[in-house]
């Protein structure tokens, strides 16, 4: 990704948490690796976006502007992002931040 000024750039930050069960982590991971992909492909050079591991907690999974909203939390009940739906709810949080 080309740097970009300080005025052009837009954190979002996906969280994922660990767990001991290597297949729930796995799946997090894909999960995020997948979503990362799909933004990046959407918005082009117009997102930062980065991942961390839930501190204290496992099985979340949640997608959130930086400084701003949270798009989708597995948390609170969205569930996996394993819908076209959930993906574009979360595409056009972005849109309107943008």
């Known amino acids: 990704m080309a740097p ?18 290597i297949n729930l982590f796995v799946f997090l991971l894909l999960q995020y690796r997948d979503l990362k992909q799909d933004l990046e492909e959407e918005f082009p050079d117009q997102l930062e976006i980065t991942g961390e591991g839930t501190p204290g907690a496992t099985g979340w999974l949640e997608v959130q502007i930086v400084g701003g909203k949270l798009l989708h939390s597995k948390k609170n009940g969205d569930g996996y992002v394993d819908s076209q739906a959930k ?12």
């Open 4 to 21: 970009m000024t300080s005025h052009e750039w837009n954190v979002l930050c996906l969280y994922y948490t660990s767990t001991c069960f």
């Open 87 to 98: 993906l574009n709810k979360i595409m056009n949080g972005i849109r309107a931040a943008l």
